[in-house]
């Protein structure tokens, strides 16, 4: 099967999308399919082109025996409102030659990943013009996301705008996302049940696993093996309420056995380096490489996992995946009958988003409970290698074993019995 993979973030990107694209395509390829990728320049979470690439130049290379074409594209150092529009606009348009090109090639599937929505129609024509099946996946929906923020404004406006996103929705012969709260959203949008596939993010459980002797992280930071460590591990996003860290951190000064980590890159590194330097328990770390990830989170006692309130009950966090397959609890900041929150309440704690005081006491109530620790790590594993595993969630979207998932259809929960075997 040739499966042509159309988005803006790829590999090398170490976070967010770009993972994610880039473990697709390497597991296609794994499989015996023909893949080829059209994409930008890696940039994100730095919001900086990397040394090696550039951003004015189209250019084509060879990744892991995978075809890449990479468009030129403009990132602004800062990512704000319209900056962030026009830098999606840039790509979307760039990449418009490089695509055309991909009708001679005549994919199966066209399979488009947004952000950036605005690159939705330029997959569509594709696969159309190729007799291909169009299939658009959905990390996040950004147009909601843009009024809530404010980045746009306008009852007119967002009525036009929602019409169109609207009429192209349902012009794909398969439209997914990564959540059952976005799933069922993709619905009220008017897309048909039978077109909609829920296509969550993935762990590979076999890489990422829970490990005796992490302690490599602890001698760099000079903490000592009885600290209690709590982690928040992947890209700075703003409407990620990493805010809420440092609170809490400055809320529990005074125990000295716990000890906060930052591990990332992204817009809200500035800040929050601001706020750890008057922190000594708050310590900050740049992006670690994919071949010490396990070891990076089998470093955590406690992961953390906050989110601002408007993104806490739609999104199912991508981080949240190799959190769980490294055995180790969460305390993640979102609503109750979110998905997020029933995930979490099974293998760690929940509180309420931009509540620093609840935070800081869930994180205290945890750290003086070695017990809990471990039996809600074992049961975050189980989890994870029941619903997030790599190969059965990518064998299920390529092997027609998904056929029939629609909205109806939920995350399978283990019961209180089969988890309590699992975890004994």
């Known amino acids: 099967m040739k499966v042509l993979i159309y988005g803006l973030n790829f590999a090398p990107e170490l976070t967010g999308i770009g993972k994610y694209s880039g473990d697709m395509a390497l597991w296609l390829k794994e499989q015996g399919h023909d893949v080829r990728v059209v994409t930008a320049p890696p940039y994100y979470p730095e919001w900086q082109v990397r040394p090696g690439y ?3 130049r189209y250019r084509r290379e060879v990744w892991k025996n995978i075809s890449v074409w990479r468009s030129p594209l403009w990132v ?16 979307a348009l760039t990449s418009l030659p490089l695509m055309l090109r991909q009708t001679a090639w005549r994919p199966d599937i066209v399979l488009t990943v947004a952000p950036a929505f605005v690159c939705a129609p330029t997959g569509w024509l594709i696969a159309k013009l ?3 099946r169009a299939w658009l996946h959905l990390q996040d929906f950004e147009i909601d996301v843009a009024f809530s923020a404010g980045l746009m404004k306008g ?23 990564i959540s059952n709260p976005m799933v069922s959203r993709l619905v009220v949008k008017g897309v048909d049940e039978d077109r909609v596939r829920l296509f969550p993010n993935w762990v590979d459980t076999g890489r990422i696993r ?23 591990s992947g890209s700075l996003a703003g409407k990620q309420g990493l805010m809420q860290i440092p609170e809490a951190a400055h809320r529990l000064a005074d125990h000295k056995d716990i000890a906060f980590v930052i591990c990332g890159d992204g817009v809200m590194k500035t800040k929050l380096e601001a706020a750890s330097a008057a922190l000594p328990n708050l310590h900050l770390l740049p992006l670690q490489p994919q071949e010490r990830m396990s070891e990076l989170l089998s470093t955590a006692d406690i992961h953390l996992l906050p989110q601002s309130p408007s993104a806490a009950d739609l999104v199912l966090p991508s981080k949240l995946t190799g959190m769980l397959a490294s055995g180790r609890p969460v305390i993640a900041t979102c609503h109750a009958g979110s998905e997020l929150h029933s995930v979490v309440s099974n293998c760690g704690a929940v509180v309420p988003p931009q509540d620093s005081e609840a935070l800081a006491n869930a994180i205290l109530s945890l750290a003086g409970d070695p017990m809990a620790r471990t039996q809600l790590g074992r049961s975050a594993r189980v989890w994870a290698e029941t619903h997030f595993e790599r190969d059965a969630i990518l064998g299920r979207m390529f092997n027609g074993e998904d056929a029939a998932i629609s909205t109806r259809i939920r995350l399978p929960r283990v019961d209180d019995s089969e988890m309590a075997d699992r975890v004994a």
Not at 156 to 161: A, E, L, M, T
Not at 210 to 232: H, I, K, M, N, Q
Request: aromatic residues 8%; positive net charge; hydrophobic residues 45%.
């Open 54 to 56: 550039e951003s004015r």
């Open 76 to 91: 602004p150092k800062v990512p704000t409102g319209l900056k962030r529009i026009i830098h999606l606009l840039s790509f």
């Open 130 to 132: 190729s007799r291909a």
């Open 155 to 177: 009852q007119r406006r967002k009525g036009v705008i929602l019409w169109f996103e609207r009429h192209l929705l349902r012009r794909f012969d398969m439209v997914s996302s």
């Open 210 to 232: 829970p490990l005796v002797d992490a302690g490599a992280y602890r001698e760099e930071l000079g903490l000592s093996p009885e600290t209690v460590v709590v982690l928040f």
